[in-house]
C-alpha cells in the first residue's frame, strides 16, 4: 500500500485547510485510514482516523469539533478538512493505514510521506 499525502500550506489562523491522502496499491475499505501530526520538538499524535465507508471515525480531544475525517473509496482516498485553524496545529501531517486498532493506537502497518501545514497567528 502506497499513501500520498498533499495539500499542505501556509494559513492564518481561524483558516481552513483540506489535507488529502491517495492510497494505491492493495487497499480496500476494510483498512481502516488516520492522520497523524508532528509538531517541531514533539513526538507524532493521533489526530483522527475513520473505519469503512466512514461508519466510524474517532478524533483527538484537541482538534475534535474542528476537523473532521472522511474517505471516498471510489478514489481510494482520505481526507481530513481542518477548520478554525490555531498556531498549534502547525506541523507535517502524515497520513496512515492499517487495522482499526492499528491505526488508533499508533501503530498502522503503513505510513505516507508528510505535508507540512503551517498556520500563522
Known amino acids: 500500500v502506497q499513501l500520498q499525502a498533499s495539500g499542505g500550506g501556509l494559513v492564518q489562523a481561524g483558516g481552513s485547510l483540506r489535507l488529502s491522502c491517495a492510497a494505491s496499491g492493495r487497499t480496500d475499505s476494510s483498512y481502516s485510514m488516520g492522520w497523524f501530526r508532528q509538531a517541531p520538538g514533539k513526538e507524532r499524535e493521533f489526530v483522527a482516523a475513520v473505519f469503512g465507508s466512514n461508519e466510524v471515525t474517532r478524533y483527538a480531544d484537541s482538534v475534535r469539533g474542528r476537523f473532521t475525517i472522511f474517505r471516498d473509496n471510489v478514489k481510494n482516498t482520505v481526507y481530513l478538512q481542518m477548520n478554525s485553524l490555531k498556531a498549534d496545529d502547525t506541523a507535517v501531517y502524515y497520513c496512515?493505514?492499517?487495522?482499526?486498532?492499528?491505526?488508533?493506537?499508533?501503530?498502522?502497518?503503513?505510513w505516507g510521506q508528510g505535508t507540512l501545514v503551517t498556520v500563522s497567528s
Open positions: 496512515a493505514a492499517g487495522a482499526w486498532s492499528q491505526v488508533v493506537s499508533g501503530t498502522p502497518s503503513y
